[in-house]
């Protein structure tokens, strides 16, 4: 990137409080342990920590200007810019910089998949432009405007996660990448806490429209039943399905899947192509459906973004398997929903040997936290589940409700050491374990010990 000092103070509406306003910016930093020469240093007051206190530091560091919410005279030869709030600043003059490109920008939402997907549809992409694509999970409204500033003038297309857990977050996103084109994965209960109902989840995620114009796409997942409704909806937005129902715009056909990936035909507007995926699992046929019904819209050669998804490797902590001494590990640890558990267990029932569940607890669920993880127990009994692990005060539940609909072994811990001590006596060779649960519970503990 590049920018001016003085590009950057009008873009936030900011006052130059010393230094040359002719200095270029060439990068931009939330993080003083990460500046280079060149950068923009933006401080943000968190609950914990004052990231003003290390102006000085990201100066020596080699940091070209910095912004600050102390409206005091500064004499000193790099430039200060004065904002009140660094925070909507950096969103600010993320917005500003955004628009010097005129580029598709596809925007990927959600409550699960977002991250699997937009990997895809980046992949699928690629093969016929140059992509810039949100890097590991930069999708909150301090994420996503640093995802922006990595746009170059050689880049032909992004792909854009965008996360949001309030009202509100959507529409401030959306002003900051405007998206022209839009990928909607599914509805589910995620942060349901904050937003209250599915219903409000929907018309929130429905805010990545708001920079649609008339040749704008919105790609809807058709296998999603409140997706599904949108149909006869919206006539102002011109929607195209992805899915297996006879009625989606491009659809998923003999699906063949196994412990070591999925293979399927998809058809639309007359063009047939065989896909075949190196991950198993239901979910990512329609990860790879939006993918290519993406590249396909936007000119792309739909052949070559068939092979370029046989070459996809999942992200950290999403799926990866592992094979470790004669055991195979899902490791699944980085976060978790009932919609989510619902394509692990699957993926889980695919591999032969005995299977092993080792569930968290999944938060921010609100009203609706005890019957979500009666749900998961459910599941867990339905999809051939030979021993079942739990940790934490609410994946008791999950234990409970496993029992009720199985006679399965069930084995329930408060913290994840108790449960790597269970497990270390337990697996034996030949087992396969799915380890899931939300962030905050650190699943990746397990996972650690036994890679």
Request: hydrophobic share 40%; aromatic share 6%.
């Amino acid at each position: 990137m590049e920018m001016t000092v003085k590009e950057i103070a009008e873009a936030c509406g900011g006052r130059l409080l010393c230094g040359n306003e002719n200095t270029v910016v060439t990068s931009v930093s939330t993080d003083s342990r990460k500046i280079s020469a060149g950068a923009l240093f933006v401080p943000i007051k968190g609950e914990r920590t004052d990231a003003h206190i290390y102006i000085d530091a990201v100066f020596a560091a080699g940091a070209a200007a910095t912004l600050t919410q102390n409206d005091t005279k500064k004499i000193d030869v790099h430039p200060w810019i004065f904002v009140p709030d660094t925070g909507i600043a950096l969103q600010q003059i993320a917005a500003a910089y955004r628009s010097k490109f005129d580029i598709p920008v596809i925007g990927i939402t959600g409550s699960v998949g977002k991250t699997t997907t937009k990997e895809m549809v980046a992949l699928a992409l690629s093969s016929s432009y140059c992509v810039m694509k949100t890097e590991g999970n930069q999708n909150s409204q301090v994420g996503l405007p640093l995802t922006l500033f990595r746009l170059e003038e050689t880049h032909e297309a992004a792909v854009i996660e965008m996360g949001m857990s309030d009202f509100g977050e959507m529409s401030r996103l959306c002003s900051m990448a405007r998206p022209r084109y839009a990928v909607m994965t599914n509805i589910g209960i995620s942060h349901i806490q904050q937003l209250k109902t599915q219903e409000n989840i929907l018309q929130e995620k429905l805010h990545i429209t708001d920079s649609f114009d008339e040749d704008s796409i919105l790609f809807l997942n058709g296998e999603d039943p409140m997706l599904a409704e949108l149909r006869e909806k919206l006539p102002h937005i011109r929607k195209v399905y992805f899915g297996t129902e006879p009625w989606c715009d491009y659809r998923a056909q003999e699906i063949e899947t196994t412990d070591a990936g999925v293979r399927f035909r998809m058809t639309a507007n007359g063009v047939s192509v065989y896909v075949e995926l190196p991950v198993p699992g239901f979910h990512n046929v329609l990860n790879a459906l939006a993918g290519l019904s993406v590249a396909h819209c936007l000119g792309g050669d739909v052949f070559a973004a068939a092979k370029a998804l046989s070459q996809y490797e999942p992200p950290a902590m999403r799926q990866q398997i592992h094979k470790v001494r004669g055991i195979t590990l899902i490791d699944d640890s980085y976060n978790a929903s009932p919609d989510a558990l619902r394509s692990s267990l699957q993926v889980l029932r695919t591999f032969p040997g005995r299977k092993i569940a080792v569930l968290a607890d999944m938060l921010e669920l609100g009203d609706m936290e005890e019957a979500a993880h009666r749900q998961v127990g459910k599941m867990v009994a339905e999809n051939g589940v030979d021993l079942l692990v739990t940790v934490g005060e609410r994946a008791r539940w999950i234990a409970e409700e496993a029992k009720a609909h199985s006679d399965m072994p069930c084995s329930s811990f408060s913290n994840n050491s108790e449960a790597i001590a269970f497990l270390q006596e337990t697996v034996c060779e030949g087992d396969v374990l799915l380890v899931k649960g939300s962030r905050s519970m650190h699943m990746d503990e397990i996972v650690k010990v036994f890679l």
